[in-house]
């Protein structure tokens, strides 16, 4: 054959030529940009229109935002510098208003000499969560997990150290009870024991143990009451509290709501159905005012107490919806899979049903969780100086009456951090547990 | 009806508190401090400084009943309280008295069972707008815009002002002053409409406050002051003659500088009865002799609290108008003590 072609055709190629380079059109950023900014003309336009958007914003804000003036005891002095600096007509930020009350933003009334308190308070926070947010994190630290909610309350509000050992002393003896005393008395009283004994102690015993403990070794700290908790920290303290507190109260409800058993699952879709059906800042209000009323006079119910256990209430009866839907996902092979192995209702929940359910519902409970930290700026109706509630405090002195934007965008800023990250995270979480492929 | 209700059920459940504390001023001795209820933040009448205190005009008051009582200005936990939580926190015993620029009008006095024991400060509604847009009198605001906050009583007065001089006006509703004032600024409505204090203090924050204007006319009463809860007399009547012995101290001639060496007794008996160096009004009241002088002394006279907080020499600027003493030509008059 070879010769046939040595006649008739005049040239033969023998090696390879080398790769081109696809044509500029095809390549790199002009390829992207081809793509995803001017496929089409109407693409195109969209993207000019947006571009323009983008700049027109960014030419009217960032100068604003950059030249902004951050040493200034006062509004008035704020324009003062700025003439200086930039000419009557500039418009500038006065982030000064940040820099001087960046102590009132972060910790409201707090006592200045302790804000190593809260600081610590929220470092042991982050230690105890580690273990259950990260595998690689020793798991010995789950006792401090455990340990963790006395020791940042005590941290917190400080007071003697006696108030939250002998506390958390009732969660042992409940412990102790279901353990030890299922083969006493049985499993059915072991159970309802653990939940009354410990109560009785609390409402009897806590309060008089502590003023004996107190009396023989009086350790503690600087009492801090909660009126002067504000700024940030009392966004955490309830967000923070309210996100712990309202998973297991939400899972325990969406169990319940699915239990054949008459009494529970009629409470529980009573409860779920009426904290959800009715607006939060109508709980929050029923906290500070109604609440006042059936309490008998004199009794001081703490506010923020209060709060947070509305605030829990609403986000769990969201959870407990949110983790049915992930219970209603399952496969009811799953379940039948479970009875068939031989597991108890507790065993099949904890090892088989519940580990998938969660995780189906991971997304829903985040977002949950991240409404649930917004919400928490609703207490400034109920007069709690959270961080838009200090803005006002702030505003409403003669030094900085007038400032508006600053405080707004800071305040925005730290909480996009703050749920940014919760989001950041279930999407990890979500990519590390998937297991099934696709 | 709803309004009604609302108050149908304060009043029983002041009552309720009345009954169950009637003995305000031993709750607030035991305790060793006194619960006062402010506003959450309003300039001049009460805010707290970068340190963390508070301070205002009716933040005055509170330490003057607490330097009364205790001797001691500090004693107090101020209580933040929204308009809406503020009679039901009064009412339920979380706050041992208000001050916090609170109108006194008739169900509130009678239907919700307070006791107004004073007014610190008269006020009334104004206007005020851009200079540019050469109004002179609220009666050539026929068809404006009005920025005012809803639930108040300034929309009511409002709508009573305009269509009792046959006038119309197009509201624009608004939750806060500060948003208030972004929204005057804005060009978003003609005229702002508050209390007087509260638009000299707005204005005040202007960049130029010299293009607004506020407007002559006050279309209605204000009366502020300091209350407390129905039946317990022996505590209203500290609350109130703390605060008539910041207005006598002033008629006086008695300041916070001058307080200790007048203390030591003067050729005047009306002073020597208010500081304690003659009769027994502080036993009386059921406090100390030199409760009077200790008032004073913490946070000055009516005049002095006055100058500090709102009056010409701060950025607010108020004027004392009616609220100057009645000897010129105010309606400060305390009665005597004797």
Same mark, same amino acid.
């Given at each position: 054959?070879?010769?046939?072609?040595?006649?008739?055709?005049?040239?033969?190629?023998?090696?390879?030529?080398?790769?081109?380079?696809?044509?500029?059109?095809?390549?790199?950023?002009?390829?992207?940009?081809?793509?995803?900014?001017?496929?089409?003309?109407?693409?195109?336009?969209?993207?000019?229109?947006?571009?323009?958007?983008?700049?027109?914003?960014?030419?009217?804000?960032?100068?604003?935002?950059?030249?902004?003036?951050?040493?200034?005891?006062?509004?008035?002095?704020?324009?003062?510098?700025?003439?200086?600096?930039?000419?009557?007509?500039?418009?500038?930020?006065?982030?000064?208003?940040?820099?001087?009350?960046?102590?009132?933003?972060?910790?409201?009334?707090?006592?200045?000499?302790?804000?190593?308190?809260?600081?610590?308070?929220?470092?042991?926070?982050?230690?105890?969560?580690?273990?259950?947010?990260?595998?690689?994190?020793?798991?010995?630290?789950?006792?401090?997990?455990?340990?963790?909610?006395?020791?940042?309350?005590w941290l917190i509000w400080g007071g003697t150290i006696w108030g939250p050992i002998v506390v958390a002393l009732g969660f042992v003896i409940a412990g102790a009870v279901f353990r030890y005393g299922a083969e006493v008395v049985g499993p059915l009283l072991a159970i309802i024991g653990a939940f009354v004994v410990p109560i009785l102690y609390w409402l009897l015993l806590a309060g008089p143990l502590t003023a004996i403990l107190n009396s023989i070794a009086p350790i503690g700290m600087q009492y801090v009451s909660s009126d002067e908790i504000g700024g940030f920290m009392l966004a955490f303290i309830i967000g923070i509290t309210g996100i712990i507190l309202s998973f297991p109260?939400?899972?325990?409800?969406?169990?319940?709501?699915?239990?054949?058993?008459?009494?529970?699952?009629?409470?529980?879709?009573?409860?779920?159905?009426?904290?959800?059906?009715?607006?939060?800042?109508?709980?929050?209000?029923?906290?500070?005012?109604?609440?006042?009323?059936?309490?008998?006079?004199?009794?001081?119910?703490?506010?923020?107490?209060?709060?947070?256990?509305?605030?829990?209430?609403?986000?769990?009866?969201?959870?407990?919806?949110?983790?049915?839907?992930?219970?209603?996902?399952?496969?009811?092979?799953?379940?039948?899979?479970?009875?068939?192995?031989?597991?108890?209702?507790?065993?099949?929940?904890?090892?088989?049903?519940?580990?998938?359910?969660?995780?189906?519902?991971?997304?829903?409970?985040?977002?949950?969780?991240?409404?649930?930290?917004?919400?928490?700026?609703?207490?400034?109706?109920?007069?709690?100086?959270?961080?838009?509630?200090?803005?006002?405090?702030?505003?409403?002195?003669?030094?900085?009456?007038?400032?508006?934007?600053?405080?707004?965008?800071?305040?925005?800023?730290?909480?996009?951090?703050?749920?940014?990250?919760?989001?950041?995270?279930?999407?990890?979480?979500?990519?590390?547990l998937r297991t099934e492929h696709r | 009806m709803k309004k009604s209700v609302l108050f149908g059920t304060l009043a029983i459940a002041g009552l309720a508190a009345g009954f169950a504390s009637a003995q305000t001023l031993d709750e607030v001795q035991a305790r060793g401090s006194l619960n006062c209820g402010v506003t959450t933040g309003l300039v001049g009448f009460a805010a707290p400084n970068a340190s963390g205190e508070w301070e205002g005009f009716d933040v005055g008051l509170c330490r003057a009943v607490a330097a009364a009582v205790f001797g001691d200005a500090t004693a107090v936990n101020f209580v933040p309280t929204t308009g809406q939580t503020r009679f039901t926190a009064?009412?339920?015993?979380?706050?041992?008295?208000?001050?916090?620029?609170?109108?006194?009008?008739?169900?509130?006095?009678?239907?919700?069972?307070?006791?107004?024991?004073?007014?610190?400060?008269?006020?009334?509604?104004?206007?005020?707008? +851009?200079?540019?847009?050469?109004?002179?009198?609220?009666?050539?605001?026929?068809?404006?815009?009005?920025?005012?906050?809803?639930?108040?009583?300034?929309?009511?007065?409002?709508?009573?002002?305009?269509?009792?001089?046959?006038?119309?006006?197009? +509201?624009?509703? /608004?939750?806060?002053?500060?948003?208030?004032?972004?929204?005057?600024?804005?060009?978003?409505?003609?005229?702002?409409?508050?209390?007087?204090?509260?638009?000299?203090?707005?204005?005040?924050?202007?960049?130029?406050?010299?293009?607004?204007?506020?407007?002559?006319? /006050? /279309?209605?009463?204000?009366?502020?002051?300091?209350?407390?809860?129905?039946?317990?007399?022996?505590?209203?009547?500290?609350?109130?003659?703390?605060?008539?012995?910041?207005?006598?101290?002033?008629?006086?001639?008695?300041?916070?500088?001058?307080?200790?060496?007048?203390?030591?007794?003067?050729?005047?008996?009306? /002073?020597?009865?208010?500081?304690?160096?003659? %009769?027994?009004?502080?036993?009386?009241?059921?406090?100390?002799?030199?409760?009077?002088?200790?008032?004073?002394?913490?946070?000055?006279?009516?005049?002095?609290?006055?100058?500090?907080?709102?009056?010409?020499?701060?950025?607010?600027?108020?004027?004392?108008?009616?609220?100057?003493?009645?000897?010129? %030509?105010?309606?400060?008059?305390?009665? +005597?003590?004797?």
């Open positions: 054959m070879s010769d046939v072609h040595a006649q008739t055709v005049s040239y033969v190629r023998e090696t390879m030529l080398p790769e081109a380079e696809p044509p500029v059109t095809e390549r790199g950023a002009i390829k992207w940009l081809r793509e995803n900014l001017f496929s089409s003309w109407l693409n195109a336009i969209l993207t000019i229109l947006s571009l323009y958007v983008i700049y027109y914003v960014l030419s009217h804000t960032l100068g604003w935002m950059l030249y902004g003036i951050w040493d200034a005891g006062s509004l008035t002095e704020c324009r003062e510098i700025r003439n200086e600096l930039y000419g009557e007509d500039a418009s500038v930020a006065c982030w000064a208003v940040l820099a001087d009350r960046w102590d009132q933003l972060l910790f409201g009334f707090y006592p200045q000499d302790l804000y190593w308190r809260p600081v610590a308070a929220l470092l042991v926070f982050f230690v105890a969560v580690s273990p259950i947010l990260f595998e690689g994190v020793p798991r010995k630290l789950f006792y401090l997990t455990a340990t963790a909610p006395f020791i940042c309350f109260l939400g899972i325990l409800l969406a169990l319940g709501r699915q239990s054949d058993l008459f009494i529970i699952n009629k409470t529980c879709v009573t409860f779920i159905e009426v904290i959800r059906g009715v607006p939060l800042i109508v709980w929050l209000f029923t906290a500070s005012l109604l609440l006042n009323y059936f309490l008998p006079p004199g009794t001081n119910f703490d506010l923020l107490l209060r709060v947070i256990i509305m605030v829990t209430f609403f986000a769990s009866a969201y959870m407990a919806e949110v983790i049915r839907g992930g219970l209603a996902a399952l496969p009811r092979g799953q379940y039948e899979g479970a009875d068939s192995l031989g597991l108890n209702y507790w065993q099949s929940m904890q090892l088989i049903i519940l580990p998938q359910a969660l995780k189906i519902s991971i997304p829903g409970i985040v977002n949950t969780f991240i409404g649930l930290f917004k919400d928490t700026t609703l207490v400034v109706f109920v007069g709690l100086s959270d961080p838009i509630g200090f803005s006002n405090l702030i505003r409403a002195t003669t030094d900085w009456n007038g400032i508006y934007w600053e405080l707004f965008i800071f305040i925005g800023l730290c909480f996009f951090i703050c749920c940014f990250s919760m989001s950041k995270y279930s999407q990890f979480l979500e990519r590390k | 009064l009412a339920s015993g979380e706050v041992d008295m208000l001050a916090r620029n609170t109108t006194w009008t008739f169900s509130r006095d009678v239907d919700l069972r307070f006791e107004f024991v004073g007014i610190n400060y008269y006020d009334g509604q104004g206007f005020m707008v +851009p200079r540019e847009l050469g109004v002179a009198s609220a009666m050539e605001l026929d068809g404006a815009t009005v920025c005012i906050q809803t639930g108040t009583t300034t929309e009511l007065n409002l709508a009573d002002f305009f269509s009792s001089n046959g006038m119309s006006y197009e +509201p624009v509703p /608004i939750e806060t002053n500060a948003e208030a004032q972004q929204q005057y600024l804005a060009g978003a409505c003609d005229v702002y409409t508050t209390d007087a204090s509260g638009l000299a203090a707005t204005r005040a924050t202007f960049e130029d406050p010299s293009a607004h204007v506020v407007l002559p006319e /006050i /279309i209605s009463k204000e009366p502020l002051g300091p209350l407390v809860r129905h039946g317990d007399n022996e505590w209203g009547d500290i609350v109130r003659w703390t605060l008539n012995a910041l207005i006598a101290a002033e008629e006086l001639g008695i300041t916070s500088a001058n307080v200790a060496e007048l203390a030591s007794g003067t050729d005047n008996p009306e /002073i020597n009865r208010l500081l304690g160096t003659e %009769g027994e009004l502080g036993g009386m009241l059921g406090l100390s002799s030199d409760w009077a002088q200790n008032a004073i002394a913490a946070v000055g006279n009516y005049g002095q609290l006055f100058e500090d907080n709102i009056g010409e020499s701060t950025p607010i600027g108020l004027s004392r108008g009616l609220n100057a003493q009645w000897t010129d %030509g105010g309606l400060l008059y305390s009665p +005597p003590f004797r």
